[in-house]
């Protein structure tokens, strides 16, 4: 899977997530059913995590300058941007070529490339230790509650 394929599904994915707390979030303002905003809010804060995950780990290997990877993950709280902001990095090159830190290519300098060359070279252990770290920050957060509290 490319950089480019990679934040894309991610970008999409945080874009549906969006839609489903903002119709759960609906659906409770019109008195329909409170029941969605937990599994709606939990997809969505699942997705937002794991899409700030991905969005450095191509900033990292795309070089971006801090500017456009800050906007990369500022654009996640706003509903439906990721995709928008995907497009733009598309047409601008920002998201082309393929991983540079991968075995048998460029040499890793500084700590986030060697973590970047260890995700690459071992790739499920990466994902599964990627998934129990979003667990964790996810079960954390749903611990210490929703952003807002409820009236």
């Not at 890793?108 to 770290?133: F, K, M």
Request: hydrophobic share 60%; charged share 15%.
């Amino acid at each position: 899977m490319s950089p480019r394929l990679l934040f894309r599904v991610f970008a999409f994915a945080e874009l549906v997530t969006w839609a489903g707390l903002i119709t759960a979030l609906i659906l409770r303002g019109a008195g329909v059913t409170d029941g969605l905003i937990g599994p709606a809010g939990g997809a969505h804060g699942f997705v937002f995590l794991a899409y700030c995950a991905v969005t450095v780990f191509v900033w990292v290997n795309q070089r971006w300058r801090a500017g456009i990877g800050v906007a990369g993950l500022a654009v996640a709280v706003i509903p439906f941007a990721t995709l928008p902001f995907e497009i733009l990095a598309d047409r601008r090159g920002w998201l082309a070529g393929d991983w540079r830190l991968a075995p048998g290519r460029e040499r890793p300098r500084g700590l986030l490339e060697h973590l970047q060359a260890w995700v690459l070279r071992h790739p499920w252990w990466a994902i599964l230790l990627l998934v129990l770290a979003v667990t964790a920050v996810f079960s954390v957060l749903l611990w210490l509650g929703p952003p807002v509290p409820r009236e």
